[in-house]
């Protein structure tokens, strides 16, 4: 009974990656970016469309790649107005994955990362209230929801 209850609880602590079919056919998993919870969803909202999730109530500030690929921009990035300190990694395929608001970004551009690489620090950094991860997924600038690529919890 013992070995059960550890395993339940290293699964629960680590839990597997997803996967899922895109439009085009692509099978993208992806592992939690940050351990909090959805404080924010894809898509409408009262102040216009959200590209992304927002994951909030953080137990951790550390920030993980969800998926592995090359950093292209790190810092306070061009064409990011509002999103603060961000890392971008291009995943192949014209997709991209991007983290927002980061107090720090740790990964470097032209960096090859891997999934669950510590990429950044989470914060409160451009038009935010309060401390969080923006996680988007973006296929050729379009942006996608993220949340049914990623692993169950």
Known sequence: MRSFLCGALVALAL???AGAHTDDG???SFAW???GVVSSPFGPRADG???GIDIGTLRSLTVRAASGG???EAGEGTGYSGYGNVVVVALGD???ALYAHLARPLAHRGERIGPGEVIG???CTGACSGTHLHFELRLGGRPLDPLPLL???
Do not use: M
Request: glycine content about 8%.
């Open 121 to 123: 620090v989470a914060g």
């Open 70 to 72: 090359v950093v292209t």
């Open 33 to 35: 970016p940050a351990l």
């Open 151 to 153: 692993s169950a919890r």
């Open 49 to 51: 469309f959200h590209p």
């Open 26 to 28: 692509r099978r993208l």
């Open 15 to 17: 839990p597997a990656v």
């Open 94 to 96: 014209g997709y991209a």
